[in-house]
């Protein structure tokens, strides 16, 4: 069992930069591969980036590339998305997951709402 909790979402203007973070409890964080998604008001949830157990290889969706960055520190137990040049349509609640290897993202937090301003 992993329990995920997120923090660092608010308000910010458009153009501007916010820094989540999410920590895991447990011993076995380095085994879990984690990620952020997103679920804006009357969307679906969707992908945002992941990153594998080694923090190696990382993964963005179209929409983020170039101005999101994912990491994580597994001595601390912590992933972190780092979001800038913020965009209206980033506004979302925003979620940390993990999954083992192998099977689906079945670890989630509680969620963290962002709000950018235009």
């Not at 069992?1 to 308000?11: A, N």
């Not at 458009?14 to 879990?32: E, I």
């Not at 963005?60 to 913020?86: E, P």
């Amino acid at each position: 069992q992993v329990q995920l909790v997120e923090s660092g979402g608010g308000l910010v203007q458009a153009g501007g930069s916010l820094r989540l973070s999410c920590t895991a409890s447990g011993r076995t964080f380095s085994r879990y591969t984690m990620a952020w998604f997103r679920q804006a008001p009357g969307k679906e949830r969707e992908f945002v980036a992941s990153i594998i157990t080694t923090g190696a290889g990382t993964y963005y969706a179209d929409s983020v590339k170039g101005r999101f960055t994912i990491s994580r520190d597994n001595a601390r137990n912590t992933v972190d998305l780092q979001m800038n040049s913020l965009k209206p349509e980033d506004t979302a609640v925003y979620y940390c997951a993990a999954r083992a290897v192998v099977g689906s993202y079945n670890f989630w937090g509680q969620g963290t709402h962002v709000t950018v301003s235009s």
